[in-house]
């Protein structure tokens, strides 16, 4: 009943022009995951505390980071960094199963007629949502900075999406992440196939300033050994280690 209510008032809002989640400029590619492949991106972020932003509780703006996609078609290891070209940028960055809605053939899926972005009405009520849930039966949206969530699952809608249906929303799951004192980052990560995101943005919360950082993200893929391979690579180990102890013996 309370979305209901809150969808209705949702209507006769005038939203705030917040950037829309897109991949412009920024598709790694599609990577077979039984040869080893790479890609580097060079592009920036507007601010230099948007990662940590998400992660500290209460969502974060999603407009404040930079959206990055790639598809495994097989499961494969994934290494990922970040080289900021300044230091007062301090990278992080997390990845997520799924993807955020992609315009195809000039039309989105479903009902939906925009990209996804934090103030789109689909996505207030989800906020709505996940902050009673999570902050307490007396919170609201307006608890929340938008919807990016650095450290677990969340979901985004655009305009037309129906509103109140989770199934509508472009989902995110979580998958692991990555931070640094430095202006380098890395992670190493083991995946499936599938479609990915990565959000980057920047893990210095004390000083935000609101300018662009310049960087480098780079995505390597490796192949995942067979079985046998693997219990050749071990059986290989153990020999060089029983060797070993002999020659000490």
């Given at each position: 009943?309370?979305?209901?209510?809150?969808?209705?008032?949702?209507?006769?809002?005038?939203?705030?022009?917040?950037?829309?989640?897109?991949?412009?400029?920024?598709?790694?590619?599609?990577?077979?995951?039984?040869?080893?492949?790479?890609?580097?991106?060079?592009?920036?972020?507007?601010?230099?505390?948007?990662?940590?932003?998400?992660?500290?509780?209460?969502?974060?703006?999603?407009?404040?980071?930079?959206?990055?996609?790639?598809?495994?078609?097989?499961?494969?290891?994934?290494?990922?960094?970040?080289?900021?070209?300044?230091?007062?940028?301090?990278?992080?960055?997390?990845?997520?199963?799924?993807?955020?809605?992609?315009?195809?053939?000039?039309?989105?899926?479903?009902?939906?007629?925009?990209?996804?972005?934090?103030?789109?009405?689909?996505?207030?009520?989800?906020?709505?949502?996940?902050?009673?849930?999570?902050?307490?039966?007396?919170?609201?949206?307006?608890?929340?900075?938008?919807?990016?969530?650095?450290?677990?699952?969340?979901?985004?809608?655009?305009?037309?999406?129906?509103?109140?249906?989770?199934?509508?929303?472009?989902?995110?799951?979580?998958?692991?992440?990555?931070?640094?004192?430095?202006?380098?980052v890395t992670g190493k990560f083991l995946?499936?196939?599938?479609?990915?995101?990565?959000?980057?943005?920047?893990?210095?919360?004390?000083?935000?300033?609101?300018?662009?950082?310049?960087?480098?993200?780079?995505?390597?893929v490796s192949a995942v050994p067979e079985?046998?391979?693997?219990?050749?690579?071990?059986?290989?180990?153990?020999?060089?280690?029983?060797?070993?102890?002999?020659?000490?013996?």
């Amino acid at each position: 009943m309370k979305k209901t209510f809150l969808a209705l008032a949702l209507l006769g809002l005038t939203q705030p022009a917040w950037a829309h989640l897109s991949y412009t400029g920024r598709d790694f590619g599609t990577f077979s995951g039984l040869v080893n492949a790479s890609n580097s991106i060079t592009t920036t972020v507007n601010t230099n505390y948007g990662w940590a932003g998400a992660a500290d509780g209460n969502l974060g703006d999603s407009h404040i980071g930079r959206a990055f996609r790639f598809t495994l078609q097989n499961n494969a290891w994934v290494d990922f960094s970040v080289d900021a070209t300044s230091a007062d940028l301090l990278p992080a960055f997390s990845i997520y199963g799924g993807l955020a809605a992609i315009r195809t053939g000039g039309v989105f899926p479903g009902t939906q007629t925009s990209a996804d972005y934090d103030s789109a009405n689909a996505s207030i009520v989800w906020r709505y949502s996940w902050a009673q849930a999570n902050l307490g039966s007396n919170k609201s949206y307006t608890d929340t900075d938008g919807s990016w969530n650095a450290l677990g699952n969340w979901k985004m809608g655009g305009d037309g999406d129906v509103i109140g249906i989770d199934s509508e929303l472009s989902s995110f799951i979580y998958k692991g992440s990555a931070t640094t004192a430095t202006d380098v980052v890395t992670g190493k990560f083991l995946l499936g196939a599938g479609d990915y995101t990565i959000m980057i943005g920047g893990n210095n919360a004390a000083n935000q300033l609101a300018t662009s950082f310049g960087y480098t993200a780079s995505l390597n893929v490796s192949a995942v050994p067979e079985p046998e391979n693997m219990a050749l690579l071990l059986a290989g180990l153990a020999l060089v280690g029983w060797q070993v102890r002999r020659r000490s013996k």
